[in-house]
């Protein structure tokens, strides 16, 4: 029985209500008695048995974002997921049953992915600045797809595959100089950013590539940033690409590969997030009839609402200018807001709370940092002592992000599935945070 609390879709501020957030997250609901459920699963039995803070992720949300992607795009776009959104491997090995790869930036992430099983023709590596030993490993494993991103990058790949008798397929991450109208410490595709080969360099540097030993050049990527809503950014960039694929093919250069890159915006604040529909069509509007193998890069968008943080109250503090309300969670779990302003839903998750009267509060963590804050005049109940709530669409950018800043040990991870759970990273002892300390025999 659910119990959903009926008041308008935002707030005096303008932030969504407990209820229009629960109702844009399916996985989500609010049951009379159990409180927050992710899926058929009561969140405050979760943070009995695990205590807080704790990452809940859930498996159907994962699967259901990944086919709904699939379907809207069809089957010939190759999904590589973009495994720093959240590199676990039980969400590695979930996304990769539904039928995606990977896309890595490391050579960590690679070793990842193919812990993960994902087969190495379905990675492709991406990165503005791959070590040479990176570049072995990829080749070592037989990836599928290198992402250059300079000349430079060029010339020490072709090195290292010439040494090791191996050919490096690879596609040129072009920059499109195009505006993704997001925050500016995601955007990728202007050409002030450091990503990706210059435009005029682009048509140069594709034919220099197909003369260098080692190297067999298939095609182009490109990636303009993240949480990108609007496809106007998109359409643009795909559309230059377009433009670049024919000036190249008219070179009589054999361009068969092209990775659109990833993106996707999802809905944090109540936007509209971007649907697959949208993107499938920006997709063919702009390059369809080229006959060109294409591929996706989405990070955000698959994993980002498919989790949560847990967290406890450790006490409300109230002085003359402002209600604080403190979290036994902090900036470094969860970094997002800190780093990139970044607004984040927060549900109570006792039925009692949910349905209380509300008023502003800032939410912050116990960091010695004025940086560690997760909401600021958001709407909530009296939270007492223990009181639970839900950071809501931190499945993406979140636990990959954490550190132990302040000696604080790593949260738990738990990874819902229907009526079951399991905890799938222990929280670990404290003690494990100095265990590779060493101190010289002189001290
Ligand atoms: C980060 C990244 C992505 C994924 O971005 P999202 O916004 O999470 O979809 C895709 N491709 C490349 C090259 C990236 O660096």
New binding site residues.
Partial sequence: MAAHPHPAPTDPAGDPTTAALIAAHPALSMHAMDGLMLDEVPLAAIARAVGTPTWVISAATLRDRLASLRAALGPDVAIHY?M??NDHLAVLRILAAGGAGA?V?SGGELARARAAGIAPGNIVF??VGKSRAEMALALAEGIGQI?VESAEELGRLSAVASAMGRTATVAL?VNPDVDADTHAK?T?GKAENKFGIAWEDAARLYAHAATLPGLAPVGLAV?I???ILSMAPYRAAYARVAGLVRELRAGGHAVTHLDC????GISYRGETEASPAAFAGALRSTLGGLDLALSI?????LAGPAGLLLASVIQEKQTAHRRFVILDAAMNDLLRPALYEAWHGIVPVSPIDALAPSSPADVVGPVCESGDSFALGRLLPRLGEGALVALLDAG??GSVMSSSYNARAFAAQVLVDGAKWAIIRARPPVDTLWEQDICPAWL
Avoid: C, F, M
Wanted: net charge positive.
């Fill in positions: 973009a720093k959104a896309d930036v991406s990165g992402n991450r995601i990728t990636h940033g993240s949480q890159g990833g993106g996707l890069e989405p990070g955000r968008w993406a950018y």
